[in-house]
């Protein structure tokens, strides 16, 4: 089997894309300070010896990702797919609200270096007008686990991040994003999650990031900014955690 470096960062590129083709990244402010929930399991600090957490080859990944019979109806699995092996080129200002896209330096470096494997899918709601729904759920492996403490540096970076700028390519104009937490289930290892948008105009970007041993999980949910989303995060997550149990 062949390996290939893959690399978590594709999906902020396909986010600001999204966001950018419905009209730009105009925001007002969040008000207060947000609540910044990054939850661990009683486990995470042993070493990673359960199935879901182990290295795992293309294959595995594959067979544990969610099927079309798993979306919602009317979503079907979209065109282009998804590349697992894209490299955002995405900056922000500040710099430390790239941690929310699990894209610091520091973390695109590790990814780099340790990245062995990575897979995921694409599904979008099926809709003759307007703007279409999107869920991508992917999963990228390491040959060592991933650090805890990017997820610790993502939660942190939310507290400055209410609103930043953001470019997701060097001669792209510059946006203006909002970000907010939003409830994040007690998933795998470590968990966190983040809604990143537009609500003036009413789009949203949901992240959830897991950490399981040496895999990164991520779903995300393109929808309206007002939409509720938590329960089908949750659950297309723990659809993946679950399925990774099985590995023989």
Not at 180 to 205: E, H, K, N, W, Y
């Amino acid at each position: 089997m062949t390996t290939r470096r893959a690399t978590p960062f594709a999906l902020a590129c396909i986010a600001a894309l999204a966001l950018t083709a419905c009209g730009g990244d105009e925001e007002s402010p969040a008000s207060g300070a947000p609540t910044v929930t990054v939850t661990e399991t009683t486990e995470a600090a042993e070493a990673p010896t359960a199935p879901e957490q182990q290295e795992l080859t293309a294959a595995q990944i594959s067979a544990a990702l969610p099927r079309e019979e798993d979306m919602p109806s009317g979503y079907a699995e979209h065109p282009d797919g998804f590349d697992a092996d894209s490299t955002s080129e995405r900056s922000a200002d500040p710099e430390s609200c790239m941690a929310l896209y699990m894209s610091t330096e520091e973390m695109r470096t590790f990814s780099k270096e340790h990245s062995t494997q990575g897979e995921g899918v694409r599904y979008q709601r099926q809709q003759q007008k307007g703007y279409a729904p999107s869920i991508v759920v992917a999963v990228w492996t390491f040959d060592e686990p991933y650090p805890a403490k990017f997820f610790d540096q993502a939660g942190s970076a939310l507290a400055e991040c209410a609103t930043y700028d953001t470019r997701f390519e060097p001669e792209a104009n510059s946006v203006r994003n909002a970000a907010t937490a939003i409830p994040t289930p007690t998933v795998g290892d470590q968990s966190f999650g983040v809604r990143l948008g537009d609500p003036q105009m009413d789009l949203g970007v949901d992240y959830l990031w897991v950490r399981s041993g040496h895999n990164l999980i991520s779903v995300r949910m393109t929808t309206t900014w007002r939409m509720d989303n938590d329960q089908d995060l949750d659950t297309y997550a723990q659809g993946v955690i679950d399925e990774l149990k099985k590995t023989p």
